[in-house]
């Protein structure tokens, strides 16, 4: 019988089940730590991570942007007429939040 952490193989897992329970608690405490340090310092974490997350995506937009291939002359021209219909049902499936129902079927 297996439980709930039977991969089916042997022991392949990156860490033991001790150093991944140490790693959870440490992570709790610091989590504490930064909310008893008060609102400011989770507002300076907040705007870290923040940035630390967009950071990636705005070096590889410029890294974009500095391709040889790159032209942006090309981004508004049609092939053929332009479909309004065809342009509002994506933008509104796009934002209904339906879109998503694709990924689990």
Known sequence: GGGVSDNGGGDDNAFSFGLRYALIMAFIVVCLGINLAGAEVVDFVAQFLQVATLLPFFF??????AAPTFDASRWFVTEGPWRTEVYLSVLIWATCGWETAGFVA
């Open 60 to 65: 590889y937009v410029l890294l974009g942007f």
